[in-house]
């Protein structure tokens, strides 16, 4: 057989000083594949074409960060705000490393889609294989991640692999790990720091080549507080943390979210709409407690109702939880009336939250302020009202400046 090594090694020649794009890479790979053909008996090319698509399908991705166009486009780096900016400035910068990633953001921020995003610039060959540790009983968690060998357990009738060595040479990203009990954060934690587990119910040690990435929407500093989630574990997945903010705090991206969703829906849907004017204003004064998934929800309700091509603010519909942020803060402020039950039980809800602000940080927080109440609030994080209980609770007498 014709020894082609040297020939596919062999460095094309430069036409300009732009790196190449995928056309022209699939189309080199098109002209090797060729070339094989055509100087190879069909069984040796065979055995050359396995060798040259394995090649080039492990290749690592191109430095340069995450792609900003089609499909490798994710809608949670879409918009100009400076937190996922920066965000997507460290997920360039560290996918191509081994390193952990921890994913903190409420829910609906896009933790998901950043994980995909480190996997897919990390250049490792394996899979991505996600689990989500919320929706997994505490009596099956294990056998799921680390697999179990036959008759471990009642119903365990064959052997199994776990999530770990599926993901084996490729990415591992563990889901809403705040809520898994100590007991498997001590297991979860061997993993990470010897890369070694075994299956549910046997004694061969496996090890396992796997980048770990997870995320969780809890608080992680008050969950250790708490003693329900481990300090050393915490150390070990947060190696590179990421903070995702809430769609509230890049109101700036919002038309250009709902567009993107939109236009998403429209090519899924066969249909052509568009959102006046009017209707990305108001978007953008909304609460959207779920945030950019509610936002989703929200756009693609609205263009399925919608009677004509253009969206106005009528047609989506607006509920109680799209109070425009405006109106919150002011009902927030507003005294509560007499008789109202409901507002009885936000007062309650408040008294019980100023009771975490202790006497002397209040107090250190009010000088700092000026013993100004509402500056004390922004430093303590509460609202003013709370602070306004602290302070009536506590006997403090406020100092005339």
């Keep these: 057989m014709t020894d082609l090594a040297p020939s596919l ?21 098109i002209g090797r594949i060729a070339a094989i053909v055509d100087r190879n008996p069909p069984v040796n090319a065979v055995e050359e074409l396995k060798r040259l698509l394995a090649a080039y399908g492990s290749k690592p991705a191109r ?25 997507a400035e460290t997920v360039r910068r560290v996918a191509p490393t081994d390193l952990p990633v921890l994913i903190l ?18 250049g490792r060959s394996g899979p991505l294989i996600k689990v989500n540790c919320a929706a997994l009983p505490e009596t099956l968690i294990e056998s799921e991640l680390f697999g179990h060998e036959r008759g471990a357990f009642t119903g365990a009738s064959v052997e199994r692999k776990g999530r770990f060595e599926l993901a084996a040479g490729g990415t591992l990203f563990l889901d809403e790990v705040g809520e898994t009990s100590p007991a498997f954060q001590v297991k979860l934690l061997r993993v990470l720091q010897d890369g070694e587990f075994e299956r549910v119910g046997g004694t061969r040690t496996i090890r396992a080549d796997v980048r770990i990435i997870a995320a969780t929407n809890r608080d992680l500093g008050k969950a250790i507080a708490e003693r329900s989630f481990r300090a050393d574990l915490f ?31 429209d090519r899924k849907n066969g249909g ?18 779920g945030n950019i998934r509610e936002l989703e929800n929200c756009v693609k309700r609205a263009a399925a109702v919608a009677e004509g091509p253009t969206l106005t603010a009528k047609d989506f519909g607006l509920r109680q939880q799209y109070r425009p942020a405006q109106q919150t803060a002011q009902l927030a402020r507003s005294e509560p009336s007499v008789g109202d039950n409901t507002s009885k039980e936000v007062d309650a809800v408040s008294q019980n939250s100023c009771l975490a602000v202790g006497r002397d ?8 302020a000026g013993w100004s109440q509402a500056k004390a609030a922004r430093l303590l994080k509460v609202s003013p009202r709370q602070v306004g209980y602290a302070i009536r609770r506590y006997g403090i007498a406020l100092k005339k400046l």
């Design 9 to 29: 090694d062999r460095p094309l020649p430069v036409v300009d000083r732009r790196p190449p794009s995928r056309e022209d890479e699939r189309e080199r790979l």
């Design 105 to 122: 953001g409420e829910s609906g921020t896009g933790k998901g889609l950043f994980a995909e995003m480190v996997h897919r610039h990390s």
């Design 235 to 265: 150390y070990r997945l947060s190696v590179v943390p990421l903070t995702l903010p809430p769609l509230r705090d890049r109101r700036e991206d919002i038309p250009e979210l709902a567009r993107r969703i939109l236009s998403e829906f």
């Design 361 to 368: 940080k209040l107090m250190e927080a009010l000088a700092t």
């Design 63 to 87: 430095a340069g960060g995450p792609s900003c166009s089609g499909r490798d486009q994710p809608r949670c780096v879409i918009g100009k705000n400076p937190a996922m900016l920066a965000a």
């Design 272 to 289: 052509r709409h568009e959102l006046s004017a009017a209707a990305v204003a108001q978007l953008t004064t909304l609460n959207f407690p």
